[in-house]
């Protein structure tokens, strides 16, 4: 009897506008997808075009590419300074930008008191993880080439690099910590362990994948960013870097400025560099996920 009462209550409902705006979101955020999805195959598809019209009719030389320097002569540049100035740039990145976000996200989730300064930082370094990188070029140029002079070096653009990639460590390296259940500490306690012993022992081992993964996809990000290199001057160097007081040209600056020559012959240099890059980046995600899975299997 009742179900018949509520049969009859809702058969004068009429949902077909509500099926049609179900239908309609569905096509509008499939579209957006496949609009980002369509516009990177056009962007890579016009990369291996230029790369492949690079090797075959402008006779571009991988061996001579891996083993030159930069030139202003087309027939005699190389990348082989920009790759070794990008990897000696990722060192020091990594020196410098992975043991203090760390340590700060280790402070900031075991250590640090749950207050009104502490939720201030954090919601300032969420702001600060999305900040464009041309903002951390303008301070590297400000504060350390000009404003304790020291001009454009590796290390200067290390440093910018590397202030643009800890605020997206201290968040994920947070996030892998905050994940790790409390019943494992309380464990831990029980069995009269101390906090420091706590976190070395069983909190970080079991945060490590998440820690890993959000470094290694920071460094990422990093190698491929031009703006700050632009702005503490990294914009063409014709001689590979040594140490982290050479002056250098990395990857991206390299591509930029060849992409920006009239001759067609650069053109599809930077394509055969744009090629290199997005090798290290695949490679550096691999090892992401190859990480991320061996010590979620182990843990």
Excluded: C
Excluded at 102 to 129: K, Q
Excluded at 199 to 204: A, M, P, S, W
Excluded at 226 to 236: N, S, Y
Aim: net charge negative; glycine share 8%; no cysteine.
């Amino acid at each position: 009897m009742s179900t018949d009462t509520d049969t009859d209550l809702f058969s004068d409902v009429d949902l077909s506008w509500e099926h049609l705006k179900n239908r309609l979101f569905l096509g509008v955020i499939f579209a957006a997808s496949m609009f980002g999805v369509v516009m990177l195959a056009l962007l890579l598809f016009d990369v291996a075009t230029d790369f492949y019209v690079g090797l075959t009719e402008y006779n571009i030389s991988l061996v001579d590419f891996f083993t030159r320097d930069g030139s202003r002569r087309e027939e005699l540049s190389g990348f082989r300074g920009a790759i070794v100035a990008s990897i000696m740039l990722m060192v020091l990145v990594t020196i410098l930008s992975f043991f203090v976000g760390v340590g700060t996200a280790i402070y900031l989730e075991e250590y640090a008191p749950d207050n009104r300064i502490t939720r201030l930082i954090e919601a300032n370094l969420a702001n600060l993880a999305g900040v464009p990188s041309i903002v951390y070029g303008l301070l590297g140029l400000a504060a350390f080439v000009n404003g304790i002079g020291m001009g454009p070096i590796l290390l200067a653009g290390a440093i910018a690099l590397a202030l643009l990639v800890m605020p997206i460590i201290i968040v994920s390296a947070q996030e892998a910590i905050r994940s790790v259940p409390d019943g494992v500490r309380n464990g831990s306690y029980a069995t009269g362990a101390t906090k420091w012993q706590t976190v070395r022992r069983v909190v970080l081992p079991a945060a490590i994948p998440g820690i890993m993964t959000g470094t290694i996809l920071a460094l990422a990000r990093a190698i491929g960013e031009t703006a700050p290199l632009i702005m503490v001057g990294a914009i063409f160097i014709n001689r590979m870097p040594y140490g982290p007081f050479d002056r250098f040209s990395a990857m991206p600056t390299t591509i930029y400025n060849w992409a920006n020559e009239p001759s067609q012959h650069f053109i599809h240099l930077a394509a055969v560099g744009i090629v290199v890059l997005l090798a290290f980046l695949f490679v550096m995600n691999g090892v992401a996920m190859y990480i991320r899975h061996k010590y979620e299997t182990e843990v």
